[in-house]
């Protein structure tokens, strides 16, 4: 069984910085692509970034694009977003999420592990 736990979320100012991370269980996880997904409240979830099994490939939604930063260190089983220049905007529940694939996705169909979320709180 799969358990992706995250860490990380708080509150944090308009222009701060936060880096999340996600634990997994398992050894499995060099394997699989891994992802980064948000949920603001009232709207779906959205996909966020993801870096494929072996960390060369990352796609990133173009509103985070240039301010977020994902990477992974599989020899310690965990993925990691490094979140800059945040804005309200950026106000989610962000999820991490393991691909079915060992290619890098944006789809959020292509992913059947999620964790249980950590929020993080954009101040103005």
């Known amino acids: 069984q799969v358990q992706l736990v995250e860490s990380g979320g708080g509150l944090v100012q308009a222009g701060g910085s936060v880096r999340l991370s996600c634990l997994a269980s398992g050894r499995a996880f060099s394997a699989y692509a891994m992802g980064w997904f948000r949920q603001a409240p009232g709207k779906e979830r959205e996909f966020v970034a993801s870096i494929s099994r072996n960390g060369e490939v990352t796609y990133y939604a173009d509103s985070v694009k240039g301010r977020f930063t994902i990477s992974r260190d599989n020899a310690k089983n965990t993925l990691y977003v490094q979140m800059t220049s945040l804005r309200p905007e950026d106000t989610a529940d962000y999820y991490c999420?393991?691909?079915?694939?060992?290619?890098?996705?944006?789809?959020?169909?292509?992913?059947?592990?999620w964790g249980q979320g950590t929020r993080v709180t954009v101040s103005s």
């Open positions: 999420a393991r691909s079915i694939f060992s290619g890098s996705s944006r789809t959020t169909a292509d992913y059947n592990y």
